[in-house]
């Protein structure tokens, strides 16, 4: 069973920026398409942003293009969510997901508030 580890959550100022980490283990990494994922309370899952298993080609949801940006370190087993310019919006907790084929993985999520 695969195991995805999420860090780099906090409180940060509108403005601000983080970078949020992924740690996989227990699966071949590089073949996996990984995306991040953030649900706030009350509302589904959205995808925010996804990357190939070589890292070639990325695409973001429209409320973070430009801003937010993945990227991956197969050789790390870890793939990146640097998310510059952050909105009060962007406050959720951040969820990492492997993908391939019929085989889902998830994180546990880690929290980003945006607030002043």
């Known amino acids: 069973q695969g195991q995805l580890v999420e860090s780099g959550g906090g409180l940060v100022q509108p403005g601000g920026s983080l970078r949020l980490s992924c740690a996989a283990s227990r699966f071949t990494f590089s073949l996996y398409v990984m995306s991040w994922y953030r649900q706030v309370p009350g509302k589904e899952r959205e995808l925010v942003a996804r990357?190939?298993?070589?890292?070639?080609?990325?695409d973001y949801a429209d409320s973070v293009k430009g801003r937010f940006t993945i990227s991956r370190d197969n050789a790390k087993y870890t793939v990146y969510l640097q998310m510059n310019s952050l909105k009060v919006e962007d406050t959720a907790v951040y969820y990492c997901n492997a993908l391939l084929g019929n085989l889902n993985y998830w994180g546990k999520g880690t929290l980003v508030t945006v607030s002043s």
């Open positions: 990357i190939t298993s070589g890292g070639d080609s990325s």
